[in-house]
T-cell receptor
Framework: AQSVTQLDSQVPVFEEAPVELRCNYS??????LFWYVQYPNQGLQLLLK????STLVKGINGFEAEFNKSQTSFHLRKPSVHISDTAEYFC??????????????WGLGTSLAVNP | DVKVTQSSRYLVKRTGEKVFLECVQD?????MFWYRQDPGLGLRLIYF???????EKGDIPEGYSVSREKKERFSLILESASTNQTSMYLC?????????FGSGTRLTVV
């Protein structure tokens, strides 16, 4: 079965430091990759997505992610974080399903805590 | 921008009550989804619908049903609420590959 692993459940970091949130997925022929952010008591908001083309994807709020097919990874990075980046971050992978449908598989989330 | 609206942010219901969670999207998306989110378990798919009056079970459909009478509205129904259904419920709609989420309904069953 397909799976998505977010290797860190919690990442504490100081303000203005760089951060990397790691995401690995089990191999599939055709995948689309997503990162979503969830601020406290809110729904999920799309940060960025990889569908095809350049493996370096830039998203909102200064985040970027790199698709690495050989390592089946899609790590999220930001060179300098702010207090306002404190949130839960979810990696998700869209894979082909039976009947040419697609299914979204979610990681369990990484809680990013930015400290002053 | 697509907007997905969940009618209630917070709900408190009693055990055994029938509970309706409503979700409306304004961009004519065919696909709609209901997830529940619990600490340590991430997002789990309850039901989804790819067209009016069509529904498919997700990974954890037990104890839930859904209704999609109109394209823009997708309702989640808890036939007889139980305390283990206390959770955050998230509705989403999709066109193509992108999902848009509502703000969530935090349901507490007492």
């Amino acid at each position: 079965a397909q799976s998505v692993t977010q290797l860190d459940s919690q990442v504490p970091v100081f303000e203005e430091a760089p951060v990397e949130l790691r995401c690995n997925y089990s191999s599939s022929v055709s995948v689309y990759l997503f990162w979503y952010v969830q601020y406290p008591n809110q729904g999920l908001q799309l940060l960025l997505k990889y569908l095809s083309g350049s493996t370096l994807v830039k998203g909102i709020n200064g985040f970027e992610a790199e698709f690495n097919k050989s390592q089946t990874s899609f790590h999220l990075r930001k060179p300098s974080v702010h207090i306002s980046d404190t949130a839960e971050y979810f990696c998700a992978v869209s894979v082909s399903n039976a009947g040419n449908n697609r299914k979204l598989i979610w990681g369990l989330g990484t809680s990013l805590a930015v400290n002053p | 921008d697509v907007k997905v609206t969940q009618s209630s942010r917070y709900l408190v219901k009693r055990t055994g009550e029938k509970v309706f969670l409503e979700c409306v999207q304004d961009m004519d998306h065919e696909n709609m989804f209901w997830y529940r989110q619990d600490p340590g378990l991430g997002l789990r798919l309850i039901y989804f619908s790819y067209d009016v009056k069509m529904k498919e079970k997700g990974d954890i459909p037990e104890g839930y049903s859904v209704s999609r009478e109109k394209k823009e509205r997708f309702s989640l129904i808890l036939e007889s609420a139980s305390t283990n259904q206390t959770s955050m419920y998230l509705c989403a709609s999709r066109a193509g590959v992108g999902y848009t989420f509502g703000s969530g309904t935090r349901l507490t069953v007492v």
